[in-house]
């Protein structure tokens, strides 16, 4: 018997949010290892930063972007995984965007003043780290390649009925007997001719030998004694 399946959807090769993972990975590195180069390990949540390219930085801020760094490369080797990591991105650096602002006065009241500035963060980090929120939303949200997949048609074996050891035999017994039939013929008061014919050919027929009436007489005038 012949059964079908129905085509399946599956997730088709490299996603799109696994390559904008993987690059914003490289990206979180770079800017890793250029502050590092800047700022060394000395003072390391202080908030005399250094300059790179515009954006302020010291050591814990290079820690947290080599971290983000790695952590993007891992993840991106999964298209789930890469959504996932979209979600941390945009939700970790939503949140240093926000204390971002407060220190730099676009709130009435700052929530985090107590708090200082332990990641030396200035304006243009603002806007870089609304950046990199933006991006790990779409990561998130970016809708995967698919394709259906249709498997071959698959066949069920017909499992033979078990034969029955003494119907073999009974048939092979059958097949092996010849069958046999009469062929009489007669003439005018004698059966001298009526003889068994065989269907094998390697039998030969033996003629019926004719009874003499006298003696049948003879016998049933004894029978009669």
Known sequence: ??????????????????VLAGLLGLVFLAFGVVGFLRTGFG??????????LGFAVNPLHNTIHLAFGVLGLLMA???GLAR?????????????????LALAGVFSGNPVSGLGNP????????????????????IAVLPARRKIVVPEETVEP?????VDRDESIRDAETRELPTQRVDTHRTHGDRHHDRVESADPTVTARPVHPI???VAEQQRARHFR
């Open 1 to 18: 018997m012949t059964h079908s399946t129905v085509g399946r959807v599956k997730v088709a090769g490299l996603q799109p949010a696994q």
């Open 84 to 100: 996932l990591y979209g979600w941390i991105v945009f939700l970790a650096y939503g949140a240093v965007l926000l204390w971002g």
């Open 77 to 79: 080797t999964g298209s």
């Open 43 to 52: 003072d390391f949540a202080g908030d005399q930063h250094a300059m790179v």
């Open 158 to 162: 017909v499992e033979a009925h078990p």
């Open 119 to 138: 990641l030396a963060l200035n304006t243009n980090d603002n806007w870089l780290h609304l950046g990199f929120a933006v991006v790990g939303l779409l």
């Open 212 to 214: 003499d009436p006298a």
